[in-house]
């Protein structure tokens, strides 16, 4: 399925270049026989456009070719935005050598040269553009499901959480998982949010029938090479692709560093730990914003105590433990969206549960107060943890900080999110929030920890905004 909507895709990304290298050529005319760049046209060299209409045939068949050559319509998930503007330049390069060489070749061609560096420029910019168009596209309609690849995980240890965390926290990938199977009898039939447990390995071909599946990512411990070769010859014979994830002396995948040596791949282990210097920066950012937020937003606090207090007897803010960094708890703050006594009132309301896990949650929740909506919506009730930065309890990004009660519950690779402090916003927040499972959200949050960066703090926090503002999983 991934492969014909991808077909479709390359037909549409050909044809698309195939247009804009034309409107680049003509561009070009433009910038050498109408602007007159550089140099200016004598009227005795003047031509028509016409006259360039061979040589920009020619010249898009020459780039097309390049482009193939290049790989550019080939199937890519993990080619960065950089590297296609690279490959562009290649292909646009060597076709316009190809041109210019030609035109010394055949003098009666006599064809401004100029003209083709000015369709060089163009067309790399044009081409580069419609491939960021076509990310964000693409990117766009994979998280709504479509143009997805149906996958099927083998082996449900530390390796697969793994690919499940990656696949969650990059959903423009396009990958879909399916469900995964485990000879463990207790992996195999334990569910990972929606991730479903299939079963054992043996029901493989079954499940790639009956489930459409597009991919087998192979994640079982090296020891079992047998098993993994017996997997990759099922999926040969049922005509899926196989991909085999390495779990070198089951290493964590994050401390896996693969280098090249002219061709040799080398395969070390490297230092995941934050450097103190980067603790240091992200602890100086966050002290700067929280304190510029407390200060820039205390007319916004007034409004918001002032509109709890005309709604519903009560304390203005809400103060709860939490649990941090290490294990560690501390007093949480908030402004009250429910009713006095609405803690009391939980157990009551068990059965109308909608979260999983040890998470509790319900979209109407009946303790909410009028003006306690507007803020969960809005996510405005959250603005006191400002002070919980400031005081070094919590981070602008990380983890959501949990109760002590979840945490009790947690698995043992649940806890790994608390080797970090939590953040008033996450992972967790913008790829869904209170839509997820507690199983996902564990996911998210342990990709963070593994891969943070403050490239990543910044897009988290720019994602948060849209977030914020249309409300999105928020209740």
Not at 21 to 42: C, H, K, M, S, T
């Amino acid at each position: 399925m991934f492969n014909r909507y991808w077909r479709w895709v390359a037909i549409a990304l050909f044809l698309s270049d195939a247009l804009l290298i034309n409107l680049g050529f003509i561009l070009a005319y433009w910038v050498r026989y109408e602007w007159q760049l550089l140099r200016p046209v004598e009227e005795a060299y003047f031509v028509p456009y016409t006259t360039y209409l061979p040589a920009a045939g020619v010249f898009t068949l020459i780039l097309l070719i390049a482009y193939w050559l290049e790989g550019m319509y080939a199937p890519a998930r993990r080619t960065s935005w950089f590297d296609q503007v690279f490959s562009i330049f290649n292909g646009t390069t060597s076709g316009t050598v190809i041109m210019i060489v030609a035109n010394y070749i055949y003098p009666s061609l006599s064809y401004s040269r100029l003209i083709f560096l000015y369709a060089t420029v163009l067309i790399v910019v044009l081409l580069s553009i419609s491939r960021l168009l076509l990310r964000a596209v693409l990117g766009h309609l994979r998280r709504r499901g479509i143009g997805v690849s149906r996958v099927l995980i083998v082996g449900a240890g530390s390796v697969g959480r793994t690919v499940m965390r990656n696949i969650v926290a990059q959903p423009s990938l396009g990958y879909q998982i399916v469900g995964f199977v485990d000879d463990n009898p207790n992996k195999g039939s334990t569910d990972i949010g929606r991730f479903k447990a299939l079963g054992p390995v043996d029901n493989l071909a079954r499940i790639i029938q009956q489930e459409n599946i597009d991919e087998v990512i192979i994640t079982l411990p090296w020891m079992y090479h047998r098993k993994i070769i017996s997997v990759m010859s099922e999926c040969q014979r049922e005509r899926v692709r196989a991909r085999l994830v390495p779990d070198l002396f089951q290493m964590t995948l994050s401390k896996v560093d693969v280098d090249d040596l002219g061709g040799v791949p080398l395969v070390g282990v490297r230092e995941i730990a934050i450097p103190r210097w980067k603790l240091a920066a992200k602890r100086a950012l966050d002290f700067s914003i929280s304190l510029m937020g407390l200060v820039l937003c205390w007319p916004l606090f007034l409004l918001i105590a002032l509109a709890i207090k005309l709604d519903s007897p009560g304390p203005v803010l809400f103060k709860q433990v939490r649990v941090g960094k290490g294990g560690k708890e501390f007093e949480l703050y908030k402004f009250r969206t429910m009713r006095v006594g609405a803690e009391e009132e939980q157990a009551e309301l068990r059965a109308f549960n909608e979260a999983t896990g040890p998470l509790f949650k319900i979209r109407d929740d009946p303790r909410l107060t009028r003006v306690g909506k507007f803020l969960r919506r809005t996510s405005l009730d959250e603005l006191p943890q400002v002070y919980n930065v400031l005081r070094g309890e919590m981070s602008l990004v990380g983890p959501r900080p949990p109760l002590p009660s979840e945490v009790a519950e947690y698995l043992p690779w649940q806890r790994q999110r608390l080797e970090v402090s939590p953040g008033m916003t996450g992972l967790w927040q913008v790829s869904g929030r209170s839509e997820l499972t507690f199983d996902e959200m564990c996911l998210l949050d342990i990709y963070y920890i593994e891969n943070w960066s403050p490239t990543l703090d910044a897009e988290i926090l720019l994602r948060t905004i849209p977030n914020i503002i249309f409300g999105k999983g928020a209740y």
